[in-house]
């Protein structure tokens, strides 16, 4: 497997926790309408040190542990984080993503995308379309800006949790090393 077992096996591992600590803040008084999302600094961050078949199964991988602890739509997450993958991917090929202050900027915005999806996408669920309950930017933006900070401040360490470089690392063959032997 591309990446490693191990890697992708750690990858679950983390975005458990992370989505389970996500769920938690968002049941919170304190913090509920400030509720970062981790899965979007999570995919912004390895996107950005991924190749791009690699981080499109991570999103997939991500959507698919982010609906199993929330009650998201399964196929509205994967949308959602397979865009920003693409989106992160296309812009990877141009300009060095892997810096904290774009990968802020990006995670930021792209909260704010999938949250505006994910209200869009209840909002057509919904038995009466009846409009926005509320002002989008009310709490979308409130996400965006907890989620860019949190991409700020822990960001470049969530993408060095253990277990998770061989999803990014080249494999090189055992005689590659030879030489220094």
Known sequence: MSGGLVGWACLLL?????????GVL??????ASWT???????????AS??????????????????AGLSGDPVVAVLAAYLALVVVVSSLRA?????GTVLRGFLSG??????????ALVDLVRADTPVGWSQPLGEWAWRA??????????????????P???????????WGFAEPAR
């Open 94 to 98: 141009s300009v060095n993503t892997d």
């Open 14 to 22: 983390w975005s458990a926790w992370a989505f389970a600590a996500q």
């Open 36 to 46: 970062p999302d981790v899965g979007v600094v999570l995919l912004v961050g390895l």
């Open 144 to 161: 965006a800006f907890s989620t860019a900070l949190l991409s700020f401040v822990f960001g470049g360490w969530l993408r060095r949790l």
């Open 26 to 31: 968002a049941r919170s008084d304190l913090f």
């Open 163 to 173: 277990g998770l470089g061989p999803l990014w690392r080249k494999e090189r063959p």
């Open 109 to 118: 915005l792209g909260a704010l995308a999938v949250v505006g999806w994910l």
């Open 49 to 66: 040190r991924m190749t791009p078949e690699r981080a499109r199964a991570g999103a997939v991988l991500l959507a698919l542990t982010r």
